[in-house]
T-cell receptor, first 110, second 115 residues
Framework: EDQVTQSPEALRLQEGESSSLNCSYT??????LFWYRQDPGKGPEFLFT???AGEEKEKERLKATLTKKESFLHITAPKPEDSATYLC???????????FGGGTRLMVKP | GAVVSQHPSRVICKSGTSVKIECRSL??????MFWYRQFPKQSLMLMAT?????????EQGVEKDKFLINHASLTLSTLTVTSAHPEDSSFYIC???????????FGPGTRLTVL
C-alpha cells in the first residue's frame, strides 16, 4: 500500500526566512511525485512533477527535489502570499490514483 | 495546462435532498476522473475513480449507493449525493487524468452544506 507522510503539519515563517517541507513516501514503483498548493476553499493548484531520484525543479521561490524515499519543497525568502497548504502526492505504477500526504500548512508573516 | 471545471461551486441543501455535482475537462479528453472529499484542515481523501463508459470504482468505506458517479462522456463526470445528511457536508473536488500531460488536473471544488 502506497503511503505518503508530510512534515511538519504546520510551519510558521517570517517573511524572508527560508525553509523546507518534507514528503516521505513508500510506493510500489513511482510513476511520479506531485506537489500542489491549495488555498482555503479552492482546489489544488499544480506546482511540480518529479519522476526520478535526483531530479530538481524550480519555480520562482520554490524548488522541489526528489530522492528514492522523500521529496523536499524548498522555499527561499518566502513572502506572505506563499501562505497556503502544500500537498504532496505519489502516483504509482500500480494504478491511476494519487495518494496524498496530510499536507503542510505554511504561514508566512510579514 | 489543462482546465477542469466544477459546478456548482457552492450548494446548500436540506437534509434528505439529492445534490448533483458536475466535473468537466474543458480542453482535453479524460478517460479517467477522480472524486475526492476534503474535510477542514485535512488532506484530500479519494472517494472513487470514474472511468468513461464503465462503473466507478469506490474506495473502501465509501457507499456507492449514496454517492452515485456517472462518467457518460470523455469530458464529463457527475457525482450525486443522494439523501444528503449534515455529515455529508464537505468540500468535494474532482480531478481529471490527462495522459498527454502525464498528470492530474484538479477542479476548483464544490462546497456542500447540508442543513
Amino acid at each position: 500500500e502506497d503511503q505518503v507522510t508530510q512534515s511538519p503539519e504546520a510551519l510558521r515563517l517570517q517573511e524572508g526566512e527560508s525553509s523546507s517541507l518534507n514528503c516521505s513516501y513508500t510506493v510500489s514503483g513511482l510513476r511520479g511525485l506531485f506537489w500542489y498548493r491549495q488555498d482555503p476553499g479552492k482546489g489544488p493548484e499544480f506546482l511540480f512533477t518529479l519522476y526520478s531520484a535526483g531530479e530538481e525543479k524550480e519555480k520562482e521561490r520554490l524548488k522541489a527535489t526528489l530522492t528514492k524515499k522523500e521529496s523536499f519543497l524548498h522555499i527561499t525568502a518566502p513572502k506572505p502570499e506563499d501562505s497556503a497548504t502544500y500537498l504532496c502526492a505519489v502516483w504509482s505504477n500500480a494504478g491511476n490514483m494519487l495518494t496524498f500526504g496530510g499536507g503542510t500548512r505554511l504561514m508566512v508573516k510579514p | 495546462g489543462a482546465v477542469v471545471s466544477q459546478h456548482p461551486s457552492r450548494v446548500i441543501c436540506k437534509s434528505g435532498t439529492s445534490v448533483k455535482i458536475e466535473c468537466r475537462s474543458l480542453d482535453f479528453q479524460a478517460t479517467t476522473m477522480f472524486w475526492y472529499r476534503q474535510f477542514p484542515k485535512q488532506s484530500l481523501m479519494l472517494m472513487a475513480t470514474s472511468n468513461e463508459g464503465s462503473k466507478a470504482t469506490y474506495e473502501q468505506g465509501v457507499e456507492k449507493d449514496k454517492f452515485l458517479i456517472n462518467h457518460a462522456s470523455l469530458t464529463l463526470s457527475t457525482l450525486t449525493v443522494t439523501s444528503a445528511h449534515p455529515e455529508d457536508s464537505s468540500f468535494y473536488i474532482c480531478s481529471a487524468l490527462a495522459y498527454s500531460y502525464n498528470e492530474q488536473f484538479f477542479g476548483p471544488g464544490t462546497r456542500l452544506t447540508v442543513l
